[in-house]
């Protein structure tokens, strides 16, 4: 077993369910600096990725955090992005494909950290019966201390394309694609941070899993390497998912934000 893939793994997966981000974001460009080409960490990425979001989501699912129905709608334009992503992978230079990311990373960064306060409040009259989303639409409650939060996604056609812009990226770089997903979710769509990050870690692994797929068929997973970074990242993910639902969503806001800033800086350093 490779012990700086294992800790990597763990780091950056615990780091991306806390967020929702994904934590190939910041895997692949770490795994770079260490050595690896950039060809064989995209793969290792998504990896991560589809371990990471089967190991968090129990805990967010028995918490009513994922909204399966946003997840899915907005999943089949990520999806379909991916594998158009990774069909394209060997067409864009490593330098302008790493600079994108990072742009695209810190200005999601700095929109999350602009907001203040909390969209979604309390209402009354709901109770833990209420807590889930609600089936046939894109709306439901979660719990906020005490209280009981109703939510509703809207701009569903900006969310989509966003979606869409995310699963390219993911199959390109090898990255998740959720540091676009979870910000687009809450600031876009209006869905509250806690939720949205949760449905993004949720569904990040069917992304993942389309890029794979062709990653497969073009001969570049290394099994040995997929095993250790998959175990890494089941625990992380695991400890990232305890250490989410411990937060309000100002706190969860503010480290998305500041984790979307330091993957622009890393992927700029790489470029």
């Known amino acids: ?20 981000l994904g934590g190939a974001v910041l895997l692949v460009p770490f795994l770079v600096l260490t050595g690896t080409t950039p060809r064989a960490a995209a793969p290792l990425g998504l990896v991560s990725v589809a371990a990471g979001s089967s190991a968090a989501g129990a805990r967010q699912l028995s918490a009513g955090l994922v909204n399966h129905r946003l997840g899915i709608t907005t999943e089949l334009f990520a999806s379909g992005g991916a594998v158009a992503g990774a069909l ?9 494909l790493k600079l994108v990311l990072a742009a695209v990373a810190f200005a999601a960064g700095v929109l999350s ?3 203040k306060g909390i969209r979604n409040l309390p209402a009354e009259g709901l109770t833990s019966g209420d807590v889930g989303e609600h089936f046939g639409s894109l709306s ?16 569903l056609p900006s ?63 290394n099994l040995l390497s997929c095993a250790t970074i998959c175990a890494g990242s089941i625990v992380g993910a695991t400890v ?32």
């Open 88 to 96: 394209a992978s060997g067409l864009a230079s490593d330098r302008a």
């Open 240 to 271: 990232g998912s305890a250490v989410q639902s411990r937060l309000g969503p100002a706190h969860v806001r503010r480290f998305l934000s500041a984790a979307l800033v330091v993957v622009a800086v890393v992927l700029v350093v790489r470029a």
């Open 113 to 115: 950290a602009k907001r």
């Open 1 to 20: 077993m490779n012990w700086t893939e294992f800790a990597l793994a763990v780091v950056t997966s615990a780091v991306g369910a806390v967020g929702g």
């Open 159 to 221: 969310g989509a394309a966003l979606f869409g812009v995310a699963g390219i990226l993911a199959g390109l770089s090898g990255a998740s694609g959720g540091f676009v997903k979870t910000p687009a979710t809450s600031e876009v769509m209006h869905v509250p941070v806690r939720v949205a990050a949760a449905t993004t870690t949720f569904t990040i692994g069917v992304t993942s899993a389309a890029g794979l797929i062709v990653f497969a068929l073009q001969d570049r997973l």
């Open 140 to 155: 439901g409650v979660y719990q906020l201390a005490d209280g009981f939060v109703p939510y509703r996604a809207k701009r």
